[in-house]
Nanobody, 117 residues
């Protein structure tokens, strides 16, 4: 069974930074992609950033390009989301996602990020 555990969320002021972590564990044969999604109150969940494990190619939502960076540490089984220049509209629950090569999808429980103006 695969587990994804997020951490690093919190309350910050606009313009500040946060770094989210997602530690994955369990029986994982091969990972295709990992990513971060977010859902603000009253809104649909949206993709924030993804990283392809083989090669490290990344993809970002237009709203976070230039401010957020996704990375991975294979030795620590961790994926990070560095968030800089945070804005109030970045307030949401951020959730980690994994897609295996066999196309199984796994989700963490999420971590709250709140940005005050």
């Amino acid at each position: 069974q695969v587990q994804l555990v997020e951490s690093g969320g919190g309350l910050v002021q606009a313009g500040e930074s946060l770094k989210l972590s997602c530690v994955y564990s369990g029986t994982i044969f091969s990972i295709y992609t990992m990513g971060w999604y977010r859902q603000a109150p009253g809104k649909q969940r949206e993709l924030v950033a993804t990283i392809i494990f083989n090669g490290g190619s990344t993809n970002y939502a237009d709203s976070v390009k230039g401010r957020f960076a996704i990375s991975r540490d294979n030795y620590k089984n961790t994926v990070y989301l560095q968030m800089n220049s945070l804005k109030p509209e970045d307030t949401a629950v951020y959730t980690c996602n994994m897609i295996s090569l066999s196309r199984n999808t796994y989700w963490g429980r999420g971590t709250q990020v709140t940005v005050s103006s």
